[in-house]
Structures are given as C-alpha cells and as structure tokens.
C-alpha cells in the first residue's frame, strides 16, 4: 500500500487530478493497461510447455488482480483527499471490502488451477487406476475444505471492517467459552462431517470410482464431499450416504488395493456330469475371451445334495464391471455346452416305479 500511497501522493498535488471525473478515469486507464498486460504476459508463457503452469495461473488471476488494485487505488486516493464529505468514508469502506472479497477470489482461482494441473496427470481410464483414483479422492475433498476455509476468512475479514461487528466481537469475548459449547452441540453432526471427510481423505477407506456393496447395493462411489458420499448403482440410481457411514459401519470395498477382481460362476448339475470335461471348456472359454485377465481359472464342486451337486468356477478380470460381463458369458457358456453335450447331466428328479423294484425272495 505505500507504494501505492506514494505515487498517488505525487499525482495528487497537482490540481488537475483534484477533478473526481479525471480521477475516476484515471483509475480505469491504469487497470485497463494492467489487464492488457496480464493478459500479454499470459499469451506469451503459455507458448511454452514447460511454463503452462505459470501461464495458468497468471490467467486466473487477471480479472481478480485488475480489481484488488482499482480498489487500492481508490482507496488511496480517498485516504489522501480526506475530507468532511461522508461518501468519502462510505467509499473508503466499500474499496476495502472489494479489495478483500477480490483477494479471496484470486485465492480460489488459483488453488484451483493448482488442482486441475497436477490432478490431470492421474488418468482415472487406465485398467490399473488406483493410484489415479487415491490421488482424484485426496485433491477433491481437500480442495473443498481448503475453499471452504479461505471463504469463511474472507467473509469474516469483510464483516471486521464494521465498526458495529468489532465492537460485538469485543463485547462477545468474554463469553466466547459459552458460546463455543452450544455452537459446538448444536453444529455436532456437522462439525463431526467435516472431520469424517478429512479422515477419510487421509486414510482413504474409499477412492473416486472403487466398486463398493453397501447397504445391499452394488456400484460405485462417484462423489466424495465433506458431509455425504454419492454411489452409483449398478442399474444408475443413485444412493446418496452419509460419510460418517463409511467410519461407523462395514461395507465391502472391492477395489480397494487394485482394480482386479475374482468372480464366481455357481451351476447345479446332475451327478452324472463329467466335471473334467466341464473344466476343459471352462478354460476354452476363458481363453476365447478378451476379457479375461489369464490369472484365475478354477472349476470345483463344492456341495452335494440328495438331488444335485454345486460347481463353482472362478474368473478373474483387470475390475468389476468386466468380471461381472466375464461371470455371465462363463454361465451362459457352460450351460449350452450342458445342454448340447450332456443334457442328461441337467439337474433332474428321479422317479423309480414300483414295478422296477425287486425284492429278496426272503421279503416276498
């Protein structure tokens, strides 16, 4: 501000610039140059890759930048011809919340060139996205509580300036304890929010886009705020929960260290089926196709009852949305291949007349 003082200073002891009109567009003169230049400077760094950041930035804060200094400008200049006139001070006063309420906007604007720059080089595309999907969770959540922060400070430097919020502050001091114990019970679940989102953010119990079953719904998670969690559903409903839920209760996360999933297949048979030949064309079916990752390929029975037996193959493919494609192409095709081959080894029930049963010549 002193240089500032300084050379509106000097321009102010001619009579010339006494003039509120020259002054005005003076003012507008000298901005309009600032932003042009901004503006130059921005054109030529963003020619060049390696200053694409700094071009960015310089951009985002061209309109923010322009203002903070006609605010200070005319602020100055209303300091140094203070008089009796009480427009005088209200302007004063109105220059000053312009210049912080523009502060907080180059502020904003510049953490969030920060974040989309350094959040683009994590691809959420690729098949092996879990770094991608703990760096989008991290930048998002922090981002919104770093914003949130810079735009209480703002609003709470704008309502300083008042003379009449001062002196309530002032006045509110002494019982400042008091006050905090009831805005604290009666702001709980929020508070208590806030501190979910940045936990989660920290420790990363979930990721942007990890497939999750939670409350008996499938899907995944597609937005993390500080005070609720959105999942997509499979069927694209949308199950909106709250983000304590993911630190009181358990869920399954099944992308939780890597993309990759195993898939089960389970099939009711006859006992007559031939489980070896049944193997072979589970693995012809897996390597005819694409989906399968060539990591997982189990075929076992695993249960026996009085009128069938279970098999249960196992697939495994590079995340959810391809293993559940790969399970339904695995059962559709063993159960063709049943039917084309073996349709006796369907599950059937057996019914043996009393003519086909012979007893001992003793029980006769």
Not at 305 to 311: C, F, G, N, W, Y
Request: net charge positive; hydrophobic share 50%.
């Amino acid at each position: 501000m002193q240089w500032i003082h300084a050379i509106t200073g000097f321009l102010w002891k001619y009579p010339l610039w006494n003039n509120p009109f020259l002054q005005f567009g003076g003012w507008v003169v000298v901005c309009t140059a600032l932003y042009l230049l901004i503006g130059k400077l921005t054109q030529i760094l963003g020619r060049s890759q390696r200053s694409a950041l700094m071009a960015k930035l310089i951009h985002s804060s061209q309109k923010p930048l322009t203002l903070i200094f006609f605010a200070l400008l005319a602020k100055s200049a209303l300091v140094i011809n203070a008089g009796d006139a009480e427009w005088r001070d209200s302007m004063s006063h109105v220059s000053s919340l312009l210049a912080i309420a523009c502060t907080g906007w180059l502020a904003v604007s510049l953490i969030s060139v920060c974040k989309a720059h350094f959040i683009q080089r994590y691809n959420m595309l690729t098949a092996d996205n879990y770094r991608a999907r703990r760096m989008h969770t991290q930048f998002n959540v922090l981002y919104r509580v770093i914003i949130v922060l810079i735009i209480i400070i703002t609003l709470a430097l704008m309502l300083m300036t008042f003379d009449s919020v001062t002196k309530l502050g002032t006045s509110l001091l002494a019982s400042a304890g008091v006050t905090g114990i009831l805005i604290g019970f009666a702001a709980q679940k929020t508070i208590g929010s806030i501190f979910a989102g940045i936990q989660i953010a920290i420790t990363q119990p979930i990721n942007i886009e990890d497939a999750v079953v939670i409350e008996g719904e499938w899907g995944w998670i597609e937005e993390i705020t500080l005070t609720y969690v959105v999942v997509r559903i499979w069927d694209l409903r949308r199950l909106v929960v709250p983000i304590t839920y993911f630190n009181e209760k358990p869920f399954q996360n099944w992308t939780r260290r890597t993309a990759e999933i195993i898939g089960t297949v389970e099939i009711y048979a006859d006992y007559t089926v031939p489980v070896d030949e049944m193997r072979e064309e589970l693995t012809r079916l897996l390597e005819a196709s694409p989906l399968w990752n060539k990591r997982t390929n189990v075929l076992q029975v695993t249960e026996t009852t009085e009128k069938a037996i279970k098999l249960r193959a196992l697939v495994s493919a590079k995340d959810s949305p391809t293993t559940w494609d790969l399970r339904c192409y695995v059962r559709e095709g063993l159960m063709s291949w049943l039917q084309r081959h073996y349709p006796h080894a369907l599950p059937q029930n057996r019914v043996v007349g009393d003519e086909a049963v012979k007893l001992p010549d003793f029980q006769r």
